[in-house]
């Protein structure tokens, strides 16, 4: 079997040393630019135009924190709604608590969908 390392055309390595705030700017810069840090040194310093398989997906990390923390509390909703229904309590006390949930749900997952690009025109439900 051929893997892929054996047919790269680049084998070299060029190593320098980096103090912790160089290597985060260069890491901001690359990130910015799609880039991994290789591709944008290779960018910057021969002006060589990246490939498709040196781009990086770049993701807002902040955005899917805020995104991680939103789906867990709706899970922790639907939770307790479970709880209190499998507890033989009258479902009438929970009414539109699992829409609700539900709605809020899809509206976190459109947005998720959105910041990755796979969704880009369609509007959260109302």
Do not use: C
């Not at 290597?23 to 498709?52: K, W």
């Amino acid at each position: 079997m051929s893997g892929g390392s054996n047919k790269r055309k680049r084998s070299k390595f060029v190593i320098a040393r980096l103090s912790d705030e160089e290597f985060a700017a260069i890491s901001t810069l690359a990130d910015r630019a799609g880039l991994s840090p290789g591709a944008l040194v290779r960018q910057t310093l021969l002006n060589v135009a990246p490939t498709s398989q040196m781009r990086r997906i770049t993701v807002e990390r902040v955005l899917l924190a805020r995104v991680l923390a939103e789906l867990g509390k709706i899970g922790s909703n639907i939770n307790q709604i479970a709880y209190h229904l499998n507890a033989g309590r009258p479902g009438d006390v929970m009414e539109g608590s699992i829409d609700a949930a539900l709605n809020e749900l899809l509206e976190w997952r459109t947005a998720l969908m959105q910041a990755i690009g796979a969704e880009r025109h369609r509007k959260p439900p109302a």
